[in-house]
């Protein structure tokens, strides 16, 4: 904590040796005092500044980031000093995602001291992932059961709030710029809703070195770096020791080659592997499967079979199944907890908990997602593009399949701005479907699009089909109450096929009406996909929607429970 502090105070010494322009009479206390009012913790906030002594709107939006890196610090140490044999899964996880959330921050620190106030998607996605990280902690903890001590529950609770006001403050430097005083005038104004007046994107060297990776499918052409083959016909025999083989932080594509069969390992790949690429031999033929379980012993966090937490990392033509959730428990196919992760004509297979979209920017197109309770779940930004997501008939009885659980935590990321990097799932030209044995007991067992996860679940259908074995209602409380559904967004535009029925819906469902809104949610907005998504050669369109003559939604369908399920 004192080391995060330090920092704190370099900065602001820093300011008084800056150019002159920095150099302003401190704020009036009710300029500190409007602004922290405008957060949704000013006590934290207030607290946060009160021992400025400048006017530097930077500087204040790097105070507050460190501050959010002191919260991470005490969490750890109060976590740490709280294990038990009963939490210690939870507390391996804390350490992971701790440790992760200060490194994301120490890079924030280091870009602001240069970043200029209108290049800030990349800030506000690592911000989002740190608070992530932190939410993932206290999830780990919940998951084990049993008591939660008073220490680690304030200290949490803490850190909380405290990258709360920092996200509201790089909202607010974003969109006013480096002048504390210009953008804290009044009381009234909401930090977290604004318009972004200037933006430039980082350029992609912020993340793949100093140039840009190849193109995949052009780096295929001219050669695999490695093959990896079950019956040793390859470099490797399994793809994990392909994976520790690999360069750290590459700054070219390296791409593994994995030819057709069954993988039965768990892979990993590491925050220091950087642009990696899977290339399969199809969803159907290259195939890495695992049975780890939350009822095993290990959290939900850990039981994935592929981890993906590097930067850049690429998969074409490869499944990815865990089976061991069929009677209930949380097992997860895929986690990506990484920034700017792409998957092209790919299979996600299992029950509960199957894709893991946990944090930064994902991109998936032409992926076929398979699973029961919400299984498309996370707080990443992920743009999911003309892919089919199919619920399963589940083994337990009755069971109600729902396909996704949002978690985003905080307000940060707010929907009425239109200009905003979102924390979203958006599903555009997707297909909510069902194995062919699930529409014969759609009454038995109950499918739902989605259901809040957090307080701020946010979930958009752009022109996407719905069969007909989708509950009318189409989406659902969490555990039938009321809790998060008025912060949350349950979002449609233009759905179409015998399940879109927008009339027959829950009151808290959003039909989006114009074009311009829905285009806050399709990729080029909400994950920057314009600026990074086309170097894959993975199929992206990259114009906004359009209107068209042939797209005609079935919203004036009636439903009747004895109409028969399309297939």
Same mark, same amino acid.
């Given at each position: 904590m004192l080391g995060n502090l330090r920092i704190s105070r370099e900065l602001q010494e820093d300011?008084?040796?800056?150019?002159?322009?920095?150099?302003?009479?401190?704020?009036?206390?009710?300029?500190?005092?409007?602004?922290?009012?405008?957060?949704?913790?000013?006590?934290?906030?207030?607290?946060?500044?009160?021992?400025?002594t400048h006017s530097d709107a930077k500087i204040y939006t790097s105070t507050t980031v460190a501050a959010a890196s002191?919260?991470?610090?005490?969490?750890?140490?109060?976590?740490?000093?709280?294990?038990?044999?009963?939490?210690?899964?939870?507390?391996?996880?804390?350490?992971?995602?701790?440790?992760?959330?200060?490194?994301?921050?120490?890079a924030v620190l280091e870009e602001l001291k240069t970043v200029d106030a209108a290049s800030f998607d990349e800030i506000k996605t690592r911000v989002t992932a740190a608070m992530e990280f932190h939410t993932t902690c206290m999830d780990a903890l919940e998951e084990v059961g049993g008591p939660i001590s008073t220490s680690v529950q304030l200290s949490t609770e803490r850190a909380k709030q405290l990258f709360s006001v920092a996200l509201s403050f790089v909202n607010a430097y974003a969109s006013f710029g480096n002048d504390f005083l210009a953008w804290a005038k009044s009381s009234g104004l909401d930090l977290t809703q604004f318009n972004l007046h200037r933006r430039r994107l980082f350029p992609l060297t912020a993340l793949h070195g100093p140039t840009?990776?190849? &193109?995949?499918? %052009?780096?295929?052409?001219?050669? !695999?770096?490695? @093959?990896?083959?079950?019956?040793?016909?390859?470099? =490797?025999?399994?793809?994990?020791?392909?994976?520790?083989?690999?360069?750290?932080?590459?700054?070219?594509?390296y791409v593994m080659y994995i030819k057709a069969g069954t993988y039965?390992?768990?892979?990993?790949?590491?925050t220091s592997h950087f642009n990696i690429m899977f290339l399969g031999d199809g969803a159907t033929q290259t195939i890495i499967t695992g049975r780890l379980i939350v009822a095993s012993g290990v959290t939900a966090y850990k039981s994935a079979t592929l981890i993906v937490e590097g930067q850049g990392i690429l998969a074409k033509g490869i499944q990815v199944c865990n089976t061991a959730g069929s009677k209930g428990r949380q097992a997860v196919a895929m986690r990506v907890s990484?920034?700017?992760? &792409?998957?092209? %004509?790919?299979?996600?297979?299992? !029950?509960?908990? @199957?894709?893991?979209?946990?944090?930064?920017?994902? =991109?998936?197109?032409?992926?076929?997602?398979l699973g029961t309770i919400d299984f498309i779940f996370g707080n990443a930004a992920a743009a999911i593009q003309n892919c089919r997501i199919t619920a399963k008939k589940s083994t337990m009885e009755g069971q109600t399949n729902v396909y996704t659980a949002q978690g985003k935590m905080d307000r940060g990321s707010e929907l009425h701005i239109p200009e905003l990097h979102i924390q979203c799932n958006s599903f555009q030209s997707c297909t909510f479907d069902a194995t062919s044995e699930l529409p014969k007991s759609y009454k038995t067992y109950k499918t739902?699009?989605?259901?809040?996860?957090?307080?701020?679940?946010?979930?958009?259908?752009?022109?996407?089909?719905?069969?007909?074995?989708?509950?009318?209602?189409?989406?659902?409380?969490?555990?039938?109450?009321?809790?998060?559904?008025?912060?949350?967004? =349950?979002?449609?535009?233009?759905?179409?096929?015998?399940?879109?029925?927008?009339?027959?819906?829950?009151?808290?469902?959003?039909?989006?009406?114009?074009?311009?809104?829905?285009?806050?949610?399709?990729?080029?907005?909400?994950?920057?996909?314009?600026?990074?998504?086309?170097?894959?050669?993975?199929?992206?369109?990259?114009?906004?929607?359009?209107?068209?003559?042939?797209?005609?939604?079935?919203?004036?369908?009636?439903f009747s429970s004895d109409r028969s399920p399309d297939e």
């Open positions: 300011a008084n040796i800056n150019d002159g322009s920095i150099h302003q009479s401190a704020p009036q206390p009710s300029s500190v005092t409007a602004a922290c009012a405008a957060t949704q913790h000013p006590d934290s906030c207030s607290d946060t500044l009160k021992n400025s002191s919260g991470i610090e005490e969490t750890r140490l109060s976590v740490k000093n709280s294990e038990t044999p009963e939490n210690a899964p939870a507390v391996e996880v804390c350490e992971d995602t701790l440790n992760s959330a200060l490194a994301v921050l120490e840009a990776p190849p &193109a995949p499918n %052009q780096a295929c052409k001219r050669h !695999y770096k490695v @093959t990896v083959a079950w019956n040793g016909s390859g470099d =490797f025999k399994t793809i994990t020791e392909a994976v520790n083989k690999a360069p750290t932080k590459s700054e070219t594509l039965n390992e768990q892979v990993i790949l590491k990484a920034d700017q992760a &792409a998957f092209y %004509q790919c299979t996600f297979d299992g !029950y509960p908990d @199957t894709l893991y979209v946990h944090n930064h920017r994902q =991109f998936y197109r032409d992926c076929t997602v739902f699009l989605g259901r809040p996860w957090k307080e701020y679940f946010t979930t958009v259908l752009l022109r996407s089909k719905i069969r007909a074995h989708v509950d009318p209602k189409g989406w659902m409380p969490w555990n039938a109450s009321d809790y998060r559904l008025e912060t949350s967004f =349950f979002a449609e535009f233009e759905s179409k096929g015998p399940g879109a029925l927008p009339n027959s819906g829950v009151p808290w469902l959003k039909q989006i009406k114009t074009l311009k809104e829905a285009n806050r949610y399709q990729a080029n907005k909400f994950i920057q996909g314009h600026t990074w998504v086309p170097l894959t050669k993975f199929p992206y369109p990259s114009a906004p929607l359009k209107y068209t003559s042939d797209f005609k939604p079935l919203s004036l369908i009636p």
